[in-house]
């Protein structure tokens, strides 16, 4: 899934699917194997950000189940101020990752994620 984000974030900001409001999903009983990769451009300069995050989560019979396992691994692979950033969280409101981005004020940037995920989904016993 590709998703796309523009915008002036000086405060955390998530990124949706859709670039508008539609954002991951999960179902219950599930497991899922992560891997999200976040690039951005300042529009105006050559200013780049580039990381990479890989993770595991499970989900049980509800949202409030919702659970990374075993931490995030983080791979940086360019940045160019060491100011921009991503964040991925448990959202247990709703059951799935959240992942927001953090740019600079007076700059507009182009956040773009890839998510690559894989999903198992078991009934319960």
Do not use: C
Request: glycine share 6%; no cysteine.
């Amino acid at each position: 899934t590709l998703s796309l984000h523009d915008a002036l974030p000086i405060t955390p900001t998530e990124i949706p699917l859709d670039g508008v409001s539609t954002y991951l999903s999960t179902q219950n009983n599930s497991a899922y194997s992560y891997v999200v990769t976040v690039i951005a451009k300042d529009v105006a300069t050559l200013d780049v950000f580039n990381k990479k995050a890989e993770f595991t989560a499970v989900r049980g019979a509800d949202a409030t189940t919702y659970a990374t396992v075993g931490g995030i691994v983080w791979l940086v692979k360019g940045d160019s101020l060491g100011i921009w950033d991503v964040a991925i969280s448990d959202d247990i409101t709703n059951g799935r990752p959240k992942i927001e981005v953090i740019g600079e004020a007076l700059k507009t940037i182009y956040w773009v994620a890839r998510i690559e995920v894989v999903e198992v989904v078991t009934t319960q016993p």
